[in-house]
């Protein structure tokens, strides 16, 4: 089974600020990573995933993250922040193969405050 | 291309009532699932259906919920007897097929339990 931890349930940050918003994985087989954007009242939209190859992924809205297998993290940063970039963030994984390679497990979210 | 389309988007029940949330993929995804977001929790895996199948009800509550996906028309949750527990936000998505494939999530529906 997997899990995900996300280390801070809330970040406040000033406007074009940098931000790094903290995820930490277990798993016993290898897996997927993702992280995920959750405006008010609104679906999960996806920012950026990692499936192999560079462990440093670019996403949409100017975000990245960098896995790291050996402390088991994947954090996501963004240079400089804006006012609409306030939402709930959400880490997922998902195993890599095998059964329930389908089935995300996430974390209990980050929410980004930006702050003028 | 549209994306994933839930409904009610909101859903007011009264205890023992029964609750339909529909859901309808995206097009050219057959593949459906539901997820279930507690009050400041992370989304928890209910159940995975492809067309008239349940691939895996793993996170689905032994008892009160049941999900289809009929050949025609959109994929259901039901939740019968609702109870104050239910009270949730709860988000399907689509993909085209699975592993390591982008899920599409609808806007969810938010069901309230009175």
């Known amino acids: 089974a997997q899990s995900v931890t996300q280390l801070d349930s809330q970040v406040p940050v000033f406007e074009e600020a940098p931000v790094e918003l903290r995820c930490n994985y277990s798993?016993?087989?290898?897996?997927?990573l993702f992280w995920y954007v959750q405006y008010p009242n609104q679906g999960l939209q996806l920012l950026l995933k990692?499936?192999?190859?560079?462990?440093l992924v670019k996403g949409i809205n100017g975000f990245e993250a960098e896995f790291n297998k050996s402390q088991t993290s994947f954090h996501l940063r963004k240079p400089s922040v804006h006012i609409s970039d306030t939402a709930e963030y959400f880490c997922?994984?998902?195993?890599?193969?095998?059964?329930?390679?389908?089935?995300?497990?996430f974390g209990k979210g980050t929410l980004l405050t930006v702050n003028p | 291309n549209a994306g994933v389309m839930q409904n009610p988007r909101h859903l007011v029940r009264r205890r023992g009532q029964e609750a339909r949330l529909r859901c309808s993929p995206m097009?050219?995804?057959?593949?459906v699932y539901w997820y279930r977001q507690l009050p400041e929790e992370g989304l928890k895996f209910m159940v995975y259906?492809?067309?008239?199948?349940?691939?895996?009800e793993s996170g689905m509550p032994k008892e009160r919920f049941s999900a289809e996906f009929p050949k025609e028309g959109p994929s259901i949750l039901r939740i019968q007897q609702v109870v104050r527990g239910d009270s949730a936000a709860y988000f399907c998505?689509?993909?085209?097929?699975?592993?390591?494939?982008?899920?599409?999530f609808g806007p969810g529906t938010r069901l309230t339990v009175t």
């Open positions: 998505a689509s993909s085209p097929g699975t592993a390591g494939d982008e899920q599409y």
């Open positions: 798993s016993s087989v290898s897996v997927y």
């Open positions: 990692y499936l192999s190859g560079s462990t």
């Open positions: 997922a994984v998902s195993r890599n193969s095998g059964g329930s390679n389908y089935k995300l497990t």
């Open positions: 097009k050219g995804h057959s593949h």
């Open positions: 259906l492809q067309k008239e199948n349940i691939i895996d």
